[in-house]
């Protein structure tokens, strides 16, 4: 490994020519090591007591000597004119031998580092011996009237002497190297052998394999390689077999672990862009086999030597097993750019993310509201610095208080409204069942009639999968505001100016504040137990990029297509997950072992909480869409007058601190739903009013 140079001593322009080899860090010395291992060791590493000019021509007369010893003894197995030339004046050889040391140092032979002797150093090797061979050569045919009176004879003899020279000088520096690692083997003290599995090009394979080897001191051992195709099996890279494809890693498992070499992890290159379900299904697999997946760049040790792969920030998308939503942004522009935005909950994760993607739209302003003042601050911060030319409002103000939210949309007038302000965490909501009310069921009817009363364009809600047949506080909550932004959008399908509510709809987002991952990833930097709720429990995932481009997509397309009225649209997030697999599969990535490294502990189900997340309620009828990774929602809403007395109601019991009529109310407005005919009717009146108005036209 290299010597890390302290500043104070780092010379850019070194008087002295570099060595055969740069300096490089000390060594650590086992217990009891040999003392002749000790000894070959220092002596064939550059030796710090030596000034460079005395090791520069230590090196250059090695080199005079095999080309001094190789000429003699070509000269002496092929009698002829040229071998009587050089034995008539032995002077001629030295002559010889120091014109080719001189051309070998003009090459630049004497600056490369030989400890890692590669195919390319060989070739520029056979280029400085070539190179100085003619010169050699060249000079005696100047010098000796017998060499030059045989030019025949100096060809084939020049040949030999120069394969003969090239030999003995590779051999010369793979024995030094050879025999330096040899040492090097017997004074770093060994510690646990960790076996690992290689999964790349073979190209890559060898070169990591060198670079392991290299440093003693790392404790893995490659006990074979996989290639993605499968081609090259039964062949060998540098020792290490080529074991077959991914696709058979639990043969091969089970083949190492009977010959005593079962590996503990599989590494993949770090740089390789693989798709996200070809990876997930790599992770499955080492899942099977009881390995760890780690990424070459990430393989550490300790300070106390112990390998160790860092927990580190990976992609958390890698954990989905399906392929990204990609966003149309041609559509998205079209409903963004030149427009002014609001969002609220700007300063939330999902809010915050929105902000960020609407910015790269250019709107001719983004209208930031969030009621937490740093919140706030952190993302205007980040617009000014990622967008310094976009005109950005920030306003300190809850959805809760309607006057100054009225003042809001009075002086800022936003065209288009991103709700995505709410209380999310189920526990904490369902303890305090007013103030989640307050929030998600007011605070949403708040916004709703803001958008109504001041004439902008539409207004998008970011609702939860936990709306769906909810049995907590929380998607209770949810749901209200669906239905209420439901209503709204469907009374105004008898006039085509009125404003558009949509609903968006999706599971959980990975990396979101307070949510499971980031728990995950503070239990296991702390070296605690990972707490799942329910080995049973599964959920939908997905990422917060994905979240914000379902958001933007789906509003753009609703509003460009005119997608029927009351629609609300749900992210097609495939198969729900296990909670316990997201888990062990952190695990994995971060290069531990699940229920060895880190332990997981199940606590039971917390109140509100659900086994299995719903993406549709019974009352709705799922639809295919026009829009790609969407699916769309028909629903069964509730009258708008209804609900606009009962949440009159809701105003008086949360003023009251009534818990248990705030919960039995919103219960009872959960039920009406099942039994509307509302949204049909209000349909077919509409296209009897659209069949009269063209009637008329004609």
Request: glycine share 6%.
């Amino acid at each position: 490994m290299a010597a890390s140079i302290p500043p104070a001593q780092y010379d850019p322009f070194p008087a002295d020519p570099l060595p055969d080899d740069p300096e490089e860090d000390e060594v650590q010395i086992a217990t009891g090591a040999p003392l002749w291992a000790v000894l070959l060791h220092d002596m064939l590493t550059r030796p710090t007591g030596f000034p460079a000019p005395a090791r520069f021509a230590a090196l250059m007369l090695i080199d005079g000597a095999l080309v001094l010893l190789t000429l003699l003894l070509v000269v002496l197995a092929i009698p002829g004119p040229v071998s009587a030339a050089f034995l008539d004046r032995p002077s001629l050889m030295l002559f010889f031998s120091m014109a080719a040391v001189f051309t070998l140092c003009l090459t630049g032979l004497y600056w490369r580092c030989w400890r890692f002797l590669s195919f390319g150093d060989c070739i520029m090797l056979s280029t400085a011996v070539a190179g100085s061979m003619a010169a050699a050569w060249g000079l005696c045919l100047i010098v000796s009237a017998k060499i030059r009176a045989v030019p025949l004879d100096v060809i084939g003899f020049a040949l030999l002497h120069s394969a003969l020279l090239l030999v003995a000088m590779i051999g010369a520096r793979t024995i030094r190297r050879g025999l330096r690692e040899f040492a090097r083997a017997h004074i770093v003290p060994r510690g646990e052998r960790h076996n690992i599995l290689l999964l790349g090009e073979l190209d890559w394979i060898r070169s990591l394999l060198e670079m392991l080897r290299a440093d003693r001191t790392n404790s893995f051992h490659v006990v074979g390689a996989l290639t993605f195709d499968g081609r090259d099996t039964r062949l060998q890279v540098a020792g290490v077999p080529v074991l077959g494809a991914p696709d058979k890693l639990s043969q091969i498992t089970e083949a190492l672990a009977a010959k005593g070499l079962k590996p503990e992890s599989l590494v993949i290159r770090g740089d390789t862009t693989m798709p996200r379900r070809a990876f997930s299904r790599l992770v499955k697999l080492a899942d099977q086999c009881d390995l760890t997946v780690a990424h070459a760049r990430d393989l550490q040790r300790t300070k106390e030597g112990e390998p160790r792969i860092e927990i580190k920030h990976f992609e958390l998308a890698d954990l989905l097993g399906r392929p990204e939503v990609s966003l149309q942004r041609n559509v998205v522009e079209r409903l963004i750019r030149g427009r002014r935005i609001l969002v609220t909950g700007a300063g939330g994760t999902i809010g915050g993310e929105l902000v960020r993607q609407i910015a790269t739209f250019k709107p001719s302003a983004i209208v930031l509201l969030d009621h937490c003042e740093f919140n706030l601050y952190s993302i205007e911060m980040q617009v000014r610095d990622l967008f310094p030319d976009i005109l950005c409002h920030p306003e300190l103000c809850s959805i809760r208080e309607r006057g100054s939210l009225d003042d809001v949309f009075r002086r800022r007038e936003p065209e288009i409204v991103f709700h995505a302000a709410a209380l999310k965490h189920v526990p904490i909501v369902e303890c305090n069942p007013c103030e989640g009310a307050h929030t998600n069921v007011l605070g949403t009817r708040n916004v709703a009639d803001a958008v109504c009363a001041h004439g902008a364009l539409a207004m998008v809600q970011v609702s939860t999968d936990k709306a769906v047949n909810p049995v907590g506080v929380m998607g209770a909550t949810k749901r209200l505001g669906e239905l209420y932004c439901q209503a709204l959008d469907l009374i105004g399908q008898c006039d085509p100016e009125s404003p558009r509510f949509m609903t968006v709809r999706f599971g959980n987002v990975l990396g979101s504040s307070g949510s499971l991952v980031p728990l995950f990833q503070q239990q296991m930097a702390a070296g605690k137990p990972l707490t799942v709720t329910h080995p049973d429990m599964k959920r939908y995932f997905m990422t917060v990029a994905e979240a914000v481009q379902l958001i933007l997509q789906s509003s753009a397309r609703a509003m460009e297509a005119k997608i029927d009225r009351g629609t609300i649209f749900v992210l097609d997030m495939g198969e729900p997950i296990r909670i316990v697999d997201i888990a062990r599969r952190m695990i994995r990535l971060a290069g531990l072992r699940p229920d060895i490294d880190v332990p997981i502990q199940f606590v039971g189900l917390r109140p509100g909480e659900k086994l299995y997340e719903e993406l549709f309620d019974t009352t709705e009828e799922q639809l295919r869409s026009s829009i790609p990774g969407v699916i769309e929602a028909s629903p069964c809403p509730v009258p708008l007058e209804k609900l606009v007395k009962a949440f009159a109601d809701l105003s008086h019991l949360i003023a009251e601190r009534d818990e248990e009529g705030v919960q039995d109310l919103m219960k009872e407005l959960l039920r009406a739903p099942a039994q509307s005919t509302w949204a049909r009717t209000l349909r077919e009146l509409t296209r009897e009013i659209d069949l009269v108005g063209k009637a008329a036209n004609e």
